[in-house]
C-alpha cells in the first residue's frame, strides 16, 4: 500500500506539456515528494538514433523533466524485518496485515 497526491495537474496536449504541483508518492520504505515541475514530450521532433560514443550535451532532446523542491527519503527495509518477524514468530507489527490476507502479511 502507498498513497498517491497531486495538488495540482496540468495537460497540454499541443505542446506536450504536463505540469503538477505538490506531488507526493509514500510507501512503507520510502517518500518522494515534489513541489513542482513539468515533463515535456516533445512529440514533432523526429528520432534520430546517435552513438553513444559521441558527445551528446548538446543535441536536442524529445524528453526534458523539471522538478522543483525533489526530495526522496528511504525509511528502512520493512521487507526484511517482515521476514525476520516470521521466522521467530511474533505478532506483524512493521507490516500490518491487510484484511484481505488472513495469512497475516503483505506480499
Known sequence: GGLVKVGSLSFSVLAGKV???????LTPDWSLRAQDGYIIFRWWRS???KNV????SHSDTRLSVQLNGF???????SNLYK??????GLEPGII???EDDPGGGAQ
Do not use: A, G, I
Not at 53 to 56: I, T, Y
Open 53 to 56: 560514443s559521441e558527445d551528446l
Open 83 to 88: 521476514d525476520l518477524e516470521e521466522k521467530f
Open 19 to 25: 505540469m503538477f504541483r505538490d506531488f507526493v508518492l
Open 47 to 49: 528520432y534520430v538514433p
Open 71 to 77: 526530495e526522496l527519503h528511504t525509511y528502512n527495509r
Open 96 to 98: 500490518p496485515p491487510q
